[in-house]
Nanobody, 123 residues
Framework: EVKLVESGGGLVQAGGSLRLSCAAS????????IGWLRQAPGKEREAVSCIGSSDSSTYYGSSVKGRFTISSDNAKNTVYLQMNSLKPEDTAVYYC????????????????WGDGALVTVSS
């Protein structure tokens, strides 16, 4: 059974930090890139970041570049998203997704994704 399980969401004050984790199982991790996307109420889905499992190439959306860092522990089939200097506009449900290629439009073609983790940033 394919699973992508997000954890680490929660409530944080503006300027604070959170680290999201995405634990993957049930598929060949090295064959996929793992991406993070987010969706806030009433807003379009947004690509946040992604990382290639085989070459560790990365992508960051312009709204998070310089504040968020993605990393991968291939031994644990887990991808992390370190989120620093959080802003209220970062409030959203964050989903991790398994995709074939890491690029800015990765969320158009998602093979597998998780149930999401809510991140709330208070002002």
């Amino acid at each position: 059974e394919v699973k992508l399980v997000e954890s680490g969401g929660g409530l944080v004050q503006a300027g604070g930090s959170l680290r999201l984790s995405c634990a993957a199982s049930g598929f060949t991790f090295d064959d996929y890139a793992i991406g993070w996307l987010r969706q806030a109420p009433g807003k379009e889905r947004e690509a946040v970041s992604c990382i290639g499992s085989s070459d560790s190439s990365t992508y960051y959306g312009s709204s998070v570049k310089g504040r968020f860092t993605i990393s991968s522990d291939n031994a644990k089939n887990t991808v992390y998203l370190q989120m620093n200097s959080l802003k209220p506009e970062d409030t959203a449900v964050y989903y991790c997704a398994a995709v074939r290629r890491c690029w800015g439009g990765f969320y158009y073609n998602i093979d597998y994704w998780g149930d999401g983790a809510l991140v709330t940033v208070s002002s």
